[in-house]
């Protein structure tokens, strides 16, 4: 992270969360070693290829569906307009994909109806790829687009979301990915006047998956919402830091991930930062993160942030919270004659569903709901 003078010959490091030094090139970013405050949560000798090495920039194998009304995906250059329009890299990851990618998977949402659009890529292979996707819905628009992930991906993209007026989107990125593999995502998003954006992130396999959304509320009226659920086995690092900036007046935000670890060595890290800027008057923002630990020795850590500059606002607050099963509802599910493992099943489901609910889509929503319970029979005394 960069720092700034203070008018002496010392330097101290940026205490805002706006004032982070953003660049899309990779040689504007000092090389990761582990404590600077975004990466010093993160295994970063595991990712280091995707950090310091060369990356593939080249499309990476996916699956675009045909025929859906009011939305159109292709292949653009570097060059094209829409690419920088929701954000810029802050750290150095997602400067290297910047730096890298050669065409962006532009998706453009135009109708005023929902409907679903599902892009699929599936076993990318062990090179270290870079990847940059743009979505956009046009104002009064309405769309629900899923980037569903899987097999196996040494993977480092950049994610930008631009909702116009009064338009409402809905983004879900689903990481199923094998053990070995590891990704690492910015998302920027950008939401207009009136505009309603809802992103969902659901994090299941991989190795090391780092899943970071920005989301900047900045015209009056906008809002935004992040959710997201994740289940970290042995072995597994699962973490996401979300920014909500309000910059617009009268705007509204709502944060709410969940998640489970089970197995000695699991690990998941959340940072929410929250921003209310000066111009943000009539602001309703709230932010939680809850972890269900369901065995001995995993580690999760949960780290809400909350920076207000103007007292003109309709409420703003946060909870986190980390714990073991609640003793009462497994008591009170035995009592009528639920077996104990299947009752702590129904209880993790239970507090995963709500963030899958959010979804939007039933096939989705049923097939997520199935890998979570493969994840739960997997776990060793559930």
Known sequence: MKAHSDGGDAYVPVQSRAERFTSTSVDDFEKVTGFELE?????????????????????P????????????????????????TAGAPE????????????????????????????????????????AHTVITAAPFSQGLVILSNSGDAQLSENVEIVVGEQAQLTVVTVQEWTDESNHLASHFARVGRDARLRHIVISLGGGVVRV???????ETGADGSAFGAYFADAGQHLEQRV??????????????????LQGATARSVWV??????????????????????LSEGPRADSIPNLEIETGD???????????????????????RGIPE?????????????????????????SELSAAIEAELTRAQGI
């Open 61 to 84: 194998a996916t699956t675009l569906p045909e025929g859906v009304p009011g939305v159109a995906a292709s292949w653009v250059d570097r060059s094209d307009a829409r690419i920088g």
């Open 313 to 335: 606002i309709q409420g703003a607050g946060h909870a986190s919270s980390t714990g073991r099963f609640d003793d009462e509802q497994l008591f009170y599910l035995q009592s």
């Open 243 to 260: 920014y909500i900036d309000h910059v617009a007046a009268q705007t509204k935000s709502r944060v709410k991930y969940k998640g489970a």
């Open 272 to 293: 929410g930062d929250v921003l209310i800027g000066p111009h943000a008057t009539g602001t309703d923002s709230y932010e939680e993160n809850r972890n269900l630990v």
């Open 341 to 365: 493992d299947e009752a702590r099943r129904l209880v993790v489901r239970g507090f995963l569903a709500e963030i899958v609910a959010q979804i939007g889509s039933e096939q989705v929503e």
């Open 91 to 130: 750290e150095r990851a997602s400067a290297n994909a910047w730096s890298s990618f050669e065409k962006a998977l532009a998706i453009d949402v135009s109708g005023e109806e929902l409907h679903e659009y599902r892009v699929i890529r599936s076993g990318l292979g062990h090179v270290n790829r870079a």
């Open 39 to 59: 990466w010093k949560l993160t295994p970063v000798s595991r990712i280091a290829s995707l950090t310091e090495g060369e990356l593939d920039g080249s499309a």
């Open 212 to 218: 970071n959304p920005s989301i900047h509320l900045v």
